[in-house]
């Protein structure tokens, strides 16, 4: 089948869906790939490693896109001038997903968030490797941010104090950042609702706190996500996070919940109480926040304390995160490919239907409204 690559049109976001490692794996599968000029600039690709992997370069988007089957792409690309009839996959923001521009031209949209959270699927799972490297990125913003040095540092001309990390959701972004803030030797603490987040934060060597009730017990989904809390649990968890944050010197926040705001877990009372210098690096600005201060893509200075949001941290490291992504598509494609290497949508693999937003001119995915 063909495959096409265009340069990404989101703003800020470096990343590109394909690698010259991957073209020439889907090469060597007899597909076509051709790839807008320019496309893998911002993340260290060049247009010659394409050429060389066995990709053809376009000029424009337009040429990139003539008889393709499939677009692969990292962010949604602008619906106006997809050819009709094409199939897309990327990641394609599915809860602010707007549908109906791509089904009046009969796009056939795959979303790389709605990937189950199987074994099978788990190389594909670009959530996952999107938000591993954004975990990493948060605790280096935060750092670069924090004024002070991380790790304790025994000096002739004095002593150093470690710097006190409180992570915020210990999914797969919340454990990179308690990783990468230990590996630079801060102490580090960390909170989450789901019961089975305690031994991993442990087992990274950070100290778990958390109020340990019965609708803690019973706060993870069969999809590993974790579930909206009570009133009356929120209400425990601030009491318990507003006397801990106050000691605390960088707080990154991750805690999200699928298709609903990001609950507040930092109030601006509490960070009210915080050290001047120190830093609050809020991961879920995009689903409204953790923090109500926070803005996206900004550093906001509230009494000497500095909020920052950030939207696309993964951006931040565009060679890497296109790399991975690159290979969840790689690993995908082959779901959606028939026997004579042609695209195949005849099937009801459970992988494909959870990803399938729209088919046909028609909306075909229950968790999105329309
Ligand atoms: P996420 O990005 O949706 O949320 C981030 C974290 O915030 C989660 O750990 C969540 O429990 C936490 N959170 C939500 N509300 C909170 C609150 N009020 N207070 C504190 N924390 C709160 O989740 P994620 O990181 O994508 O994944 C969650 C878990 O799913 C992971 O830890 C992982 O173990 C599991 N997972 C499994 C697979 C697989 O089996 N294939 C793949 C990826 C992830």
Redesign the pocket.
Known sequence: MKLSVLKEVAPGDRRVAVTPETVKKYVGLDHEVTVEAGAGVAAGYTDQAYTEAGATIAGDSTGTLKGADVLLSVRTPDPEGLPDGLTLVGLLDPFKFDASAFNSKKVTTLAMEFTP???R??SM?A??SQ?NLAGYRAVIEGATIYGRAMPMMMTAAGTVAPAKVFV????????QAIATARRLGAVVTA????P??KE?VASLGAKFIAGEDEEFKAAETAG???KQ?SDEY?KK?AELVASHIEKQDIVVT?????GRPA?V?VSEDMVKTMRPGSVIVDMAVSQGGNCPLSEPDKVVDVNGVQVAGFTNLPAHLPADASALYAKNLLAFLPLITGEDGSLNLETDDEIVTAMMLTRGGETVNERISS
Do not use: H, K, N
Request: glycine share 10%.
């Open positions: 959270r199987i074994t699927a788990q799972d959530l996952s938000s915020m959701g210990a999914g797969v972004a919340g454990l909170t989450d609702v789901r089975a987040a991993q590993g996500y974790a809390m929120q968890q991750t805690a999200l919940i699928p609950p877990l």
